[in-house]
């Protein structure tokens, strides 16, 4: 399928199934391409990596780089292997997923997915393709099949040999008129003409019994005559018909942790844990300190290039004179986006898992920088999974044990401020003080920025605020919060701080009553599934609208609160309700966009509900639109241009909706000029002000058509109150302002087909 073919089915499909209103559009996806899983040459020298992000081509003459993703037609950006087919001049990437994607000497693609969809495959990922006798072997999970050049299947490997259905295969090779299959069972070996792959009784199984050092094996290189067998603890060779235990760490403990072996010619080469050996020289490659290793051996034009992959910090590297040489595109740190916010100035800033210590990374002007303890030195630690950003342009980062840092933007750069135990009130474990747990922080009317607490019951402040000035303070809870386990919270409009448990403790609430100094008029609240309708004791997310409701996000769906005033209030009944649009889903992350719709991320995609959550206005999943994945982790708004950002655990995606902040005063223009209806899709009216009547006129005033929106812009498909497209001529955009009153115009020239 080409890729305007399928960009194009993209935009028909969803299109189809959105309002006007939340229709997305100029989609773009991000991820990290620094975890490869395979490389392969092309003819013309370039080499494709496959990545759990997508494919990238690099070109060694001029060092440029160009991507894929699932855009650009990829069926999945988990891609497992790659590899480039001489015959064809064709490009073949298997993903985790089982499909497979054939990027064309033409430049089109194919893609086959019967694997994918095979109901009798438990398992899809595809590991290897190995072209031979004008067939294309696939190996997976699920075993192997073969395939004609015409995309036809041939036969499903159920049985090879003695080994049960659906063996896993490592890899295949051809030694000889022979197909060797490697598997975590044994070796098995069948004539390469084989007509019937299915039948056991055509392979020859060879396995510890016929003496391999064991069962176990993971990969395998022919060196002349011989066959050799990479386990993890060992090699073993097979030649003549005959198998045996060629080198063990019996012997030394070089043949320890082997993960994979090949050959550069005459030697076997083996990746193992932080280092690649050849068998008679030693270490040939060691990448750096906790960088997971292994290596590809490729002959092409008879040089021998090695190759190495990078898994933890990210990359793919080429061993030229005893050095290594890394190349990567420039991408977000890792493919995992947890949280999400957008600054002052339109960059958007994006932390990872807890536990993984991916960092913090932004997106700038459609760059990405990556700022961790290896990018930066006034970084400490890794730790970043919550981001929080403000109009006074500060950015927030909550961290797992690292306390909480400011930054604020200096010039061309930022500046990193760390709060700990050191410099603030903040407190962490009780045997592990300076272990502070620290989420999503809030600024209140002031500018103070209220930072909630997380020990799992261990003593210390349940909030602590922190101003410019470098003032701290700290509050406490009473017996009606006897636990710190909070890392998310909210303020609104009456400075009451809203904050949510991980830990089965509820909903709490706090108002100071703008007397910080004074705890007697303090008014503190928890609600949980026993005083209160709230459907879960460990809320996901909070989000106040700009109505000052309270939207929150539960594992099995959403509450709301409409009178969040009375939680200032000593004594004063705080009502929560249930929504039942989206009842019984895991609700991720909410995110109200420009006009006050909701955004709600599950893992089932994300459903945009209308201003009072009484209507789907729309549901977007991997299946109507290009979103990477459906299990949505945080969803973050760029208010000044519409953008919305969907971050994953896969990757990151981005579009452009309607919703847009409007402006203060009118400053109306269209496009495009002219406007032919029927063939342009529609006319864009941008510069609308805040609650706008628009108005459709003739050049004498004859009215055409009425719309309103609540957006700085939006859009007229060119036709008249009756659903007519209108003549050709000169008409007049007339904006009003509701709110306001504040009006603005424009001309159309309209030509009609």
Request: hydrophobic residues 35%; proline residues 3%; negative net charge.
């Amino acid at each position: 399928m080409k890729r305007t073919l399928f960009m194009l089915w993209c935009c028909l499909v969803f299109s189809a199934t959105v309002t006007a209103q939340i229709r997305l559009e100029s989609w773009r996806s991000h991820s990290s391409m620094n975890t490869a899983t395979d490389i392969t040459i092309d003819a013309e020298g370039n080499y494709w990596v496959s990545t759990i992000g997508g494919v990238f081509r690099f070109s060694p003459q001029d060092g440029a780089i160009e991507e894929f993703r699932n855009i650009d037609a990829l069926s999945s950006m988990d891609c497992s292997t790659i590899a480039y087919d001489p015959q064809s001049k064709n490009i073949y990437i298997g993903s985790s997923n089982g499909d497979i994607d054939i990027y064309t000497s033409q430049g089109s693609w194919n893609r086959i997915t019967d694997i994918r969809f095979a109901k009798n495959l438990t398992k899809k990922k595809i590991n290897q393709f190995l072209f031979a006798n004008n067939v294309v072997f696939v190996a997976g999970d699920f075993g192997f099949i073969d395939y004609s050049y015409s995309g036809a299947p041939g036969t499903y490997a159920q049985r090879i040999g003695i080994f049960p259905q659906q063996t896993e295969v490592k890899q295949m090779l051809v030694w000889n008129d022979s197909l060797v299959v490697v598997t975590p069972q044994g070796i098995a070996i069948t004539a390469l003409n084989n007509t019937s792959f299915g039948n056991p009784m055509t392979w020859r199984s060879i396995t510890a019994n016929q003496g391999l050092l064991n069962n176990d094996c993971h990969s395998a290189t022919i060196i002349r005559d011989s066959l050799f067998i990479g386990h993890s603890k060992g090699i073993s060779v097979y030649k003549n018909g005959i198998a045996r235990v060629r080198y063990n760490t019996k012997q030394a403990e070089e043949f320890d942790n082997i993960i994979t072996i090949d050959n550069n010619g005459d030697n076997i080469v083996m990746s193992k844990i932080f280092t690649i050996e050849q068998l008679d020289k030693g270490i040939i490659a060691q990448p750096t300190f906790h960088e997971f290793a292994k290596h590809k051996t490729i002959i092409a034009n008879s040089t021998v290039m090695l190759f190495t992959f990078f898994t933890q910090n990210g990359g793919i590297g080429i061993q030229k004179d005893g050095k290594q040489e890394k190349f990567i595109p420039i991408a977000p740190f890792a493919n995992l986006f947890t949280s999400l916010a957008v600054d002052n100035t339109g960059v958007l800033w994006a932390s990872g898992d807890r536990d993984r210590g991916t960092g913090t990374y932004i997106l700038d002007n459609g760059l990405w920088k990556n700022f961790n303890t290896s990018t930066r030195k006034d970084i400490s630690e890794n730790g970043t999974f919550k981001v929080a950003t403000f109009s006074d342009g500060s950015v927030w980062l909550g961290s797992w044990g690292g306390g909480v840092t400011r930054v604020l933007r200096k010039d061309n750069d930022y500046e990193f401020t760390r709060f700990t135990n050191s410099n603030s009130p903040l407190i962490g474990l009780k045997n592990a003080p300076d272990f502070i747990v620290t989420g999503i922080v809030a600024k209140d009317r002031d500018n103070n920025t209220w930072v909630p607490a997380f020990a799992l019951g261990d003593p210390g402040p349940t909030l602590t605020m922190i101003n410019d000035q470098g003032n701290h303070k700290s509050f406490f809870a009473p017996l009606t919060l006897p636990r710190r386990t909070y890392t998310d919270v909210v303020i609104d409009a009456n400075d009451t701080k809203w904050f949510a448990s991980r830990d089965e403790d509820g909903l709490g609430y706090f108002n100071e009553k703008n007397t910080p100094d004074n705890m007697n008029d303090d008014v503190w609240g928890v609600l949980n599934t026993g005083n209160s309708t709230i459907l879960d004791n460990s809320p996901s997310c909070l989000e106040i609208d700009k109505n000052g409701l309270l939207w929150i996000g539960t594992s099995a769906g959403l509450n709301v609160i409409y009178n969040t005033s009375n939680a200032a209030r000593q004594g004063g009944k705080v009502t929560v309700s249930k929504l039942q649009t989206i009842s019984n889903q895991v609700v991720r992350d909410i995110a109200v966009d420009a006009v006050n719709n909701k955004w709600i991320a599950t893992n089932q995609g994300v459903f945009v509900l209308n201003e009072d959550g009484s209507e789907i206005l729309a549901t977007i999943n991997i299946q109507n639109s290009p979103l990477v994945d459906n299990d949505v982790r945080a969803i973050a708004f760029d208010y000044q241009s519409g953008k919305v950002y969907f971050g994953t655990e896969k990757g990151l995606s981005e579009a452009l909706t309607l919703a847009v902040k409007p402006l203060d005063d009118f400053n109306i223009s269209v496009y495009p000029q002219p406007f032919h209806p029927g063939i342009d899709t529609e006319l864009i009216i941008e510069g609308l002000g805040e609650n706008s009547g628009v108005h459709i006129v003739g050049i004498d005033g004859r009215p055409i058509r009425s719309l309103s929106t609540r957006s700085r812009k939006t859009v007229w498909d060119g036709k008249d109150e009756f659903g007519n497209y209108v003549d050709t001529g000169v008409y007049v955009v007339q904006g009003v302002s509701a709110t306001t009153e504040k009006a603005g115009a424009a001309k159309i020239s309209v030509l009609k087909k």
